[in-house]
């Protein structure tokens, strides 16, 4: 039979280690409770027949002696006063409430209620001590042969016993006596309760253990899967941040092919324009002076684009010589000094990196000339926190009001985003500008 819908909803709803908690009370309760309903069945049968085993040794050494005539039909009225006397003396009279021999034709010969002597009523019991074995159970007293004991208790512990010929292993006779229970209660009452307490503590630390367990992995589980949906968060972000990088990418690598050709176009195709003219129309002397002027120009035109599409080999580099290099680069080409201050940095890193660092550096000052000719520039490298932090500051005057972005410092901030950077821009305290690029590193 199916759980009702509301039952299953509510179970979906906990966690996993809720409903361990709960499954594994039940299963642990349920088998508590078997075990220790079995436990307490075998305490109390072994109890019974312990106890029943001790009172047969007794009972058979004190009534022994006083059947051994009876197969010869001596049992009569000396024997069973004799047995009489022997059975009210005896210890156990406080314990032991009715007696009765039976002979083994199955008619009783004595009886603590004399009605029942002559009589053969069925009994369980009595063809099982005939045949040698000592027979003991809890009586509900229902049996034929009970009327005398149902109205002193009502229930007792009933035990058959063989009485055996001396010297031999013959039955000859068999003790059927009832035992209060009392004693026998007060011992069962002691052992159920050792019993139950040692399978409850058991199985609370059962479940102690396994809860903790369970609670300790859910708890795993949980922030393992926070983790991931943190990760996947992220890896969304990332992409959509690619995707926009790359579009990005895209205009700009358009943007830069065409400043490219306009630069050819209006530059060194315009010089090489004016030598061919100078060739074909001028004086001889000077045609010579305008051709050289045009392709000096031309020249300088080529290797300004040169410089600024082309990269040295960065490979071999350390992360330090890279950013030497892109200054000292500066130094060369454009007489300007640029003082650097390069921190504690790892010196193996991808080459991407290197490639981001000389042309972030590259750029910064090649703006830092071209918008504050005549002011300071400094360039500074470190690592804080697995970050390398590369910043380019100038003296000059400062950003205009309305920054409008290049290509070049959108090509840098691609550069670094591409990297999980991030490129700024602001106005330096104390006048000028300052341009940060921080890049994730793993040395």
């Known amino acids: 039979?199916?759980?009702?819908?509301?039952?299953?909803?509510?179970?979906?709803?906990?966690?996993?280690?809720?409903?361990?908690?709960?499954?594994?009370?039940?299963?642990?309760?349920?088998?508590?409770?078997?075990?220790?309903?079995?436990?307490?069945?075998?305490?109390?049968?072994s109890v019974v027949r312990r106890v029943a085993a001790d009172a047969a040794l007794y009972v058979e050494a004190l009534i022994g002696p006083q059947i051994q005539t009876i197969e010869e039909g001596g049992f009569g009225?000396?024997?069973?006063?004799?047995?009489?006397?022997?059975l009210e003396g005896a210890a156990f009279r406080g314990r032991v409430v009715s007696v009765k021999v039976w002979s083994t034709d199955g008619s009783i010969v004595y009886a603590t209620d004399p009605h029942l002597?002559?009589?053969?009523?069925?009994?369980?019991?009595?063809?099982?001590?005939?045949?040698?074995?000592?027979?003991?159970?809890?009586?509900?007293?229902?049996?034929?042969?009970?009327?005398?004991e149902r109205a002193l208790a009502t229930s007792l512990i009933e035990t058959y016993v063989p009485l055996r010929r001396a010297s031999t292993d013959r039955v000859i006779a068999v003790a059927e006596f009832y035992q209060s229970p009392d004693e026998l209660e007060a011992e069962l009452g002691a052992a159920r309760l050792w019993t139950w307490g040692v399978i409850a503590a058991a199985t609370i630390a059962m479940y102690g253990l396994l809860a903790g367990m369970v609670r300790a992995g859910s708890d795993t589980?949980?922030?393992?899967?926070?983790?991931?949906?943190?990760?996947?968060?992220?890896?969304?972000?990332?992409?959509?941040?690619?995707?926009?990088?790359s579009a990005a990418r895209?205009?700009?690598?358009?943007?830069?092919?065409?400043?490219?050709a306009h630069e050819i176009h209006d530059g060194l195709a315009q010089d090489l324009a004016t030598a061919l003219l100078a060739l074909e129309r001028g004086r001889e002397g000077s045609r010579a002076a305008l051709a050289r002027a045009a392709i000096e120009s031309a020249l300088v035109e080529v290797r300004g684009l040169a410089y600024g599409l082309a990269l040295p080999d960065l490979g071999k580099l350390t992360l330090r010589e890279v950013i030497e290099q892109?200054?000292?680069?500066?130094?060369?080409?454009?007489?300007?000094?640029?003082?650097?201050?390069?921190?504690?940095?790892?010196?193996?890193?991808?080459?991407?990196?290197?490639?981001?660092?000389?042309?972030?550096?590259?750029?910064?000052?090649?703006?830092?000339?071209?918008?504050?000719?005549?002011?300071?520039?400094?360039?500074?490298?470190?690592?804080?926190?697995?970050v390398l932090e590369l910043e380019c500051e100038d003296e000059g005057p400062g950003l205009p009001a309305e920054l409008v972005l290049g290509l070049g410092i959108r090509g840098m901030r691609e550069r670094v985003e591409l990297l999980g950077g991030r490129l700024e821009i602001r106005e330096r305290q104390g006048g000028g500008t300052l341009l940060r690029a921080s890049i994730p590193i793993s040395a």
């Open 77 to 86: 009225d000396r024997q069973r006063d004799e047995l009489i006397r022997v």
């Open 326 to 386: 892109a200054c000292d680069s500066h130094e060369r080409k454009r007489g300007r000094a640029v003082p650097r201050v390069i921190e504690d940095i790892p010196d193996a890193v991808p080459t991407q990196v290197k490639i981001a660092a000389y042309r972030v550096i590259q750029e910064a000052l090649a703006n830092a000339l071209r918008h504050a000719p005549n002011a300071g520039v400094r360039v500074r490298a470190a690592r804080r926190d697995g």
């Open 1 to 45: 039979m199916a759980p009702p819908p509301r039952l299953r909803a509510a179970w979906s709803r906990l966690s996993l280690a809720a409903r361990f908690a709960l499954a594994s009370a039940i299963i642990l309760l349920a088998g508590a409770a078997i075990l220790g309903t079995v436990v307490t069945l075998i305490i109390e049968t």
């Open 250 to 260: 895209a205009e700009t690598d358009e943007a830069v092919l065409r400043r490219v």
């Open 117 to 148: 002597v002559g009589r053969r009523p069925s009994s369980r019991g009595f063809a099982d001590a005939l045949a040698g074995s000592v027979v003991s159970h809890r009586s509900d007293l229902s049996e034929e042969e009970h009327a005398y």
């Open 221 to 245: 589980i949980e922030a393992q899967r926070r983790q991931l949906e943190a990760a996947v968060k992220d890896l969304a972000s990332a992409a959509r941040r690619l995707r926009e990088v």
